[in-house]
């Protein structure tokens, strides 16, 4: 099974769960061979994880209807986006590569973004796939995976600055 | 370039999806505009920082074993709704029948000539691989692993390359059926692409000209040389995998 592991990284970041990843991955190969027939183009991995993120979309709406507590987006972000909107990218240069240096703070920062910029951050820089794969995959126009891609690092930079704050690394 | 439109269009120049034109448009601006300049460094740290320091998370090793176990039952399972929906099947066949028509009529006017027919033939092997089981029968980066496993199943010894270094660390291997015969396949990988490298006899020693064949998204590259057909195929885009191939041929020739 050559692309279980893009099925599970895509998963696993998407459901930030280990054992939800899995029951999301095996749903969706499950999927993925019932429907084989009907598969016409496109490359197989960009197939895969098209099914994967609708079954993880499904699965975590399923979730939150039972469980009212739990999220799907995060509330936090409007404040964010407003920032960002006014500003842009002002965190220092030299802190932001030292922060980026440190896979604990980075894979944190990651895992608070919004959904839909998560999803094309892992879609694009753990996956490598291009604009077009990821159009594909999250079922949006090739603008849009551009301008929340442009969104997303930026947010994630910002993020990362302010991660840094809180253990008291300081600016 | 103005500022607005080099803002728009930043994250595909950090991600390599401009044009030439354009992106040496934004090269120029770039030099000029420190503003921009400033927000491309800011979005090209994110994208190395990621691509290097984040964490990929593999699936974890009992996870194949668990999805191959629950497989069977899911085949059984997808044949089972079929007869609530049989008024469908009619018309389901009814289409078949003219599609399967329509489809030998376009073949007997479009006879692919050998090359596509090879292309399409090695498409198919690796796109069945990658859907089945069975993309390496012998999973190991060791050439001196992989070689040996060929002894016995075919009537030949292929070349195997380690080509690590030149960023297309070798998978394993496979045996598969192309052009009416068992032919070796080696695996290699690139990124997160898998690239299937097809070898067999050519029964000639002449060397051939690459011809390459693009369908749904893959590409296949075929050449000939020193008596062996080689034959490429993978998701990659074409221009890495004509890499792939300047590569190899230059491990043969040292």
């Known amino acids: 099974?050559?692309?279980?592991?893009?099925?599970?990284?895509?998963?696993?970041?998407?459901?930030?769960?280990?054992p939800d990843a899995e029951d999301i991955v095996q749903e969706a190969m499950l999927r993925a061979y019932r429907f084989f027939g009907g598969y016409r183009g496109d490359t197989?991995?960009?197939?895969?994880?098209?099914?994967?993120?609708?079954?993880?979309?499904?699965?975590?709406?399923?979730?939150?209807?039972?469980?009212?507590?739990?999220?799907l987006e995060e509330d936090t972000?409007?404040?964010?986006?407003?920032?960002l909107d006014a500003g842009s990218n002002d965190a220092n240069p030299e802190v932001l590569l030292a922060r980026l240096e440190d896979t604990r703070l980075l894979d944190g920062a990651l895992e608070n973004l919004p959904i839909e910029y998560r999803e094309v951050l892992v879609l694009r820089e753990l996956e490598d796939l291009s604009y077009r794969e990821i159009a594909q995959i999250a079922?949006?126009?090739?603008?849009?995976?551009?301008?929340?891609?442009?969104?997303a690092r930026k947010l994630l930079s910002k993020r990362l600055a302010a991660s840094g704050k809180e253990l008291g690394y300081g600016l | 370039m103005d500022c607005d439109k080099a803002r728009t269009l930043l994250p595909a120049y950090v991600d390599g999806e401009l044009g030439i034109s354009e992106a040496l448009d934004m090269g120029a601006h770039l030099e000029h505009c420190v503003e921009c300049s400033r927000q491309h460094a800011g979005d090209a740290m994110i994208h190395?920082?990621?691509?290097?320091?984040?964490?990929?998370?593999?699936?974890?090793?009992?996870?194949?074993?668990?999805?191959?176990?629950?497989?069977?039952?899911?085949?059984?399972?997808?044949t089972q709704p079929r007869v609530r929906r049989w008024d469908w099947s009619h018309a389901g066949a009814a289409f078949a029948t003219i599609a399967a028509l329509a489809w030998s009529i376009s073949l007997y006017l479009g006879i692919p000539d050998a090359t596509e027919r090879l292309g399409q033939e090695a498409v198919s092997a690796h796109m069945r691989s990658l859907v089945g089981d069975r993309a390496i029968d012998?999973?190991?980066?060791?050439?001196?692993?992989?070689?040996?496993?060929?002894?016995?199943?075919?009537?030949?010894?292929?070349?195997?390359?380690?080509?690590t270094a030149q960023g297309f660390p070798l998978v394993g291997g496979r045996l598969d059926y192309l052009a009416d015969r068992?032919?070796?396949?080696?695996?290699?990988r690139h990124r997160q692409h898998l690239i299937d490298l097809f070898v067999w006899p050519s029964g000639d020693g002449a060397a051939g000209a690459p011809r390459d064949y693009s369908r749904n998204g893959y590409h296949a590259i075929s050449w000939k040389r020193a008596g062996m057909n080689y034959l490429a195929v993978s998701d990659l885009d074409p221009v890495d995998l004509s890499q792939f191939q300047e590569v190899l041929h230059a491990s043969v020739a040292n």
Do not use: Q
Not at chain 1, 54 to 67: H, P, Y
Not at chain 2, 182 to 188: F, G, K
């Open chain 1, 1 to 18: 099974m050559p692309h279980l592991d893009a099925a599970y990284n895509l998963a696993r970041w998407l459901s930030r769960s280990n």
């Open chain 1, 44 to 71: 197989a991995r960009a197939w895969l994880l098209a099914i994967v993120r609708n079954t993880c979309f499904t699965w975590m709406k399923d979730r939150r209807d039972s469980i009212s507590s739990v999220p």
């Open chain 1, 77 to 83: 972000d409007g404040a964010g986006e407003a920032a």
């Open chain 1, 139 to 151: 079922n949006i126009p090739i603008g849009t995976v551009m301008s929340r891609l442009s969104r």
């Open chain 2, 48 to 78: 190395h920082g990621m691509r290097r320091r984040a964490t990929y998370h593999a699936a974890p090793a009992h996870l194949a074993t668990r999805v191959r176990k629950a497989l069977p039952a899911s085949r059984a399972a997808a």
């Open chain 2, 138 to 163: 012998v999973a190991s980066s060791d050439r001196h692993t992989v070689k040996p496993w060929f002894n016995g199943k075919i009537d030949y010894a292929p070349d195997v390359l380690d080509l």
């Open chain 2, 182 to 188: 068992r032919v070796a396949v080696l695996v290699y």
